[in-house]
């Protein structure tokens, strides 16, 4: 882990305690923009961290700036900070404010906020829309400042594993807490063998997903993005499949609790449900990797799938 990481993450994870809390996350989602804590978020410099020092960022590494997202994820994400992060790297001179990740369908996590959106269409389609208008007027910018669409649907596509990664273990971590706790027949659930079971299936994923979120965050470090298409496909089918598993026994265990108001899990596990469907389900990104195995040839399957850790 390096220095910068660790300095980012004590950054992010003592303002996020402070300011993520159940009471934010109701405020986010009905439709309020956690204006304070954003304010919050530049004053660090944050958003700009993955862009060069003569944009006003640290140049953070790809597999560093998974860390911090896989931060965000287990906070709620009250705050598109990822999404921004992610933007800063791709963009040459990234503006100030929120920078927006537009999905293929245009849609774009509070795209009406954003300073600028980061578009993609899977093709060649790039344009920064000014917000506060009913549909966006796009402003074209200077092309040889964007990134091709692929990028934008790698990048958010790595974001939303990431932020997914650290979801599944802030629901592992309420489950494990909450079946301690909760008695039934003079002892805690979580000492029975059905319940016990449940919740290391769901360790298992939980595992899973952060191994493959991290190999994918090395990769891209270590080839770009292009160059990480597979390990950012698996990471998605991966994370994608554990929230399918997780977030079913954390309701499980929980039972009618985990979708009350008050209670905390909902706001974590609806997020998940979100951020899987995200710049393409896991469906989406298992038929690409199916696809390019396909045109591959069943000769160099075992060949390539070898070799990525050292390309």
């Known amino acids: 882990m ?3 990481r660790d300095i980012l993450l004590e950054q992010i994870e003592r303002l996020l305690a402070d300011q993520s809390g159940p009471e934010t996350l109701r405020a986010v989602e009905a439709g309020t923009w956690p204006a304070a804590l954003w304010a ?15 944009a006003g960022g640290v140049e953070l590494g790809w597999d560093d700036a998974v860390a911090v997202w896989v931060a965000l994820g287990r ?22 404010g929120f920078t927006g990740l537009a999905q293929p369908d245009g849609a774009a996590l509070w795209g009406r906020q954003a300073a600028q959106v980061l578009a993609g269409d899977g093709a060649a389609h ?9 549909l966006p007027s796009y402003e074209p910018m200077d092309h040889a400042a964007l990134p091709g669409g692929e990028a934008t649907l790698l990048a ?20 494990v807490e909450y079946a301690n706790v909760r008695k039934q027949f003079g002892k805690p659930i979580g ?51 554990a929230v399918a598993l997780v977030a079913a026994v954390a309701h499980q265990v929980h039972a009618a ?14 997020r998940l449900w979100a951020w899987r469907d995200a710049f393409g389900n896991e469906r989406f990104w298992a038929q690409r990797i199916g696809q390019a195995a396909l045109a591959r ?3 160099m399957l075992w060949p390539d799938l070898a070799a990525r850790e050292d390309a």
């Open 2 to 4: 390096s220095e910068m």
């Open 40 to 54: 919050e978020v530049e004053a660090l410099g944050l958003p700009l961290a993955m862009a060069s020092e003569a």
């Open 75 to 96: 906070a709620g994400a009250p705050v598109p900070l990822a999404e921004t992060m992610a933007a800063a790297a791709l963009l040459a001179q990234p503006r100030p």
């Open 126 to 134: 790039n344009a920064c829309f000014t917000p506060g208008q009913a």
């Open 156 to 175: 958010g596509a790595l974001v939303n594993a990431a932020k997914m990664a650290g979801g599944l273990e802030a629901v592992l971590t309420l489950s």
């Open 191 to 241: 000492q029975f063998q059905a319940v016990s079971q449940q919740l290391s299936q769901a360790a298992g994923e939980v595992a899973a997903a952060g191994v493959a979120v991290a190999n994918a965050g090395r990769a891209v470090a270590r080839r770009g993005l292009a160059g990480a298409a597979f390990e950012i496909a698996a990471a998605k089918v991966i994370t994608g499949e």
């Open 257 to 270: 609790i985990g979708f009350t108001q008050e209670y905390h899990l909902h706001f974590t596990t609806r």
């Open 297 to 299: 040839g069943g000769a």
